[in-house]
């Protein structure tokens, strides 16, 4: 029988050989806890259809813009990945139709992962979860095609079954607010209530004047069953929309604007904006003021209804137009840029802050904000927790730089738990995984330092793996 892959079992965790093995018995209390895995971008179709896998390249390459980005930027093509254009896209190369050939240049290229956080979840998912027998390589490309191609085939690899033996508890998905969350409806008669649930994402009706809003805004009265003719209708079939998530088990709303401002205007202001994108003629500055202003509603929105507000600033979208007109958005060309939270959330903290009502988790990925921003913030207003490090920053080196800049200002319990951000539905595991080793090896540390108990540290073990995600992203109205 052929050895299977054996990866070592203190990946991760520190160096030090006395605090290694305190970090060991601290993970291994909390590795095998369920997995909360509350802002995902895997498709809810993919589980409503619940068929096989197609083959190794459309399952953990091609929708995988971490690892494509990586072979893109040593000069591949996305068509070359298997990533189609969009339809009608003028100079864009046909998708690569061979599986195998994308899988054979992932393969060849596996040396280009070394030190990245994409070769850890990588590796668990290869190696743990699909068993094969030995890391990719050039030469054992075709072997391991054909040896994860049978595995995909069997019955325990479709993708409900899946979500069992990844030991799923329960997972979000990231839904237009335009979804008749169709596939949500099937899947709760199917698995019951509330174990795969929306997220609710206004951000393409919230920002006016580009080219698909005024059509998004019909579709809205559409689907809402509002008339959006004006503003007050607008924001009224966003109210219908936020409560037809509810029914379907969403426990949040999600927003990834450029910046964090959430400055309210007149109700004249906004009711003129609104109006001038209507008729197609936005002013400049009127797009960035309206989403802040409708950050704002949001906010008030969230204390009426219950759903958590996270809000992720900071990243500017499609940063190459080209691969933006070839391909679409979410192909690895989102980049982060520097970003201000404490001026920009003050119009909604002074206004919500202080309520019971009110539930904020607040993301970035520009690290340098972390202790002189967003820590004091969650360390003082009682809406607001700290999301965990994520996209740029989901790595074990920013993930430590986390503990070490939060922890001290905002303590653990004014975090979030761990969020996955994944698109790639086989590395969610694995990045738990990564996480809760980085988690246990700074527990390690205080505890070696006398500055937490082992019993302690146990305990918020499990709170960082399991029971904070649970509490921060309670349902409404519990």
């Known amino acids: 029988m052929t050895e299977l892959w054996q990866l070592d079992p203190d990946r991760a965790l520190p160096a030090e050989p006395s605090t290694r093995d305190l970090a060991r018995t601290i993970y291994r209390h909390a590795a095998a806890l369920p997995l909360v895995s509350m802002h995902g971008h895997v498709d809810v179709g993919l589980f409503a259809a619940n068929q096989p896998f197609g083959d190794p390249a459309e399952l953990l390459i091609t929708p995988d813009h971490y690892l494509v980005r990586m072979l893109v930027s040593q000069g591949y093509r996305h068509s070359q990945l298997g990533v189609p254009p969009r339809e009608g896209a003028q100079g864009a190369d046909a998708a690569e139709q061979d599986p195998r050939a994308v899988w054979r240049r992932f393969c060849e290229n596996w040396h280009l992962f ?15 979860i699909f068993e094969l027998s030995a890391p990719p390589s050039a030469a054992n490309a075709d072997a391991l095609y054909d040896e994860l191609s049978a595995t995909l085939q069997r019955e325990d690899f479709r993708p409900l079954a899946l979500l069992e033996r990844m030991n799923v508890e329960i997972l979000a998905t990231t839904d ?49 069953g509002v008339d959006t003719g004006d503003y007050a209708g607008f924001l009224a079939a966003l109210r219908s929309r936020r ?103 003050r119009p909604v903290l002074e206004k919500f802050g202080l309520s019971r009502h009110f539930r904020c988790i607040l993301f970035t990925t520009d690290e340098t904000v972390y202790s002189r921003e ?47 951000d994944t698109r790639a539905f086989a590395s969610i595991p694995a ?4 996480s809760r080793r980085i988690d246990a090896g700074y527990l390690a540390r205080l505890v070696a330092e006398g500055r937490l108990p082992m019993d302690e540290a146990l305990d918020t073990m499990v709170d960082l793996a399991h029971r904070l995600a649970l509490t921060a992203y309670a349902a409404p109205n519990n």
């Open 243 to 345: 409560r037809a998530f509810i029914e379907a088990g969403a426990r949040a709303t999600d927003h990834g604007h450029l910046s964090a401002d959430t400055t309210p205007l007149p109700v004249a202001t906004a009711e003129r904006i609104y109006r001038d994108a209507l008729h197609g003629d936005v002013q400049p500055g009127d797009t960035e003021a309206f989403a802040a202003h409708m950050l704002f509603q949001m906010a008030e929105m969230s204390t009426e209804d219950g759903l958590v507000m996270q809000l992720h600033p900071g990243v500017l979208r499609n940063h190459s137009s080209d691969i933006y007109r070839q391909y679409g958005p979410d192909q690895g060309f989102d980049v982060p840029v520097r970003v201000e939270f404490t001026r920009n959330l």
């Open 114 to 128: 070394r030190g990245t956080p994409t070769r850890y979840w990588l590796e668990h998912e290869l190696a743990e």
């Open 176 to 224: 237009s607010a335009l979804s008749d969350l169709s596939g949500h409806a099937a899947l709760a008669r199917k698995l019951g209530a509330g174990r795969i649930v929306p997220t609710f994402r206004p951000d393409s009706l919230v920002h006016v004047g580009h080219q698909a809003w005024p059509a998004e805004v019909a579709q809205l009265a559409e689907v809402s």
């Open 431 to 434: 990045r738990h995984d990564l």
């Open 374 to 420: 967003l820590a004091p913030l969650a360390g003082a207003y009682p809406s607001i927790r700290l999301g965990a490090p994520w996209w740029f920053l989901d790595s074990p080196e920013q993930m430590l730089r986390f503990r070490q800049s939060a922890v001290e200002t905002a303590g653990f319990y004014n975090t979030s738990g761990f969020v996955d």
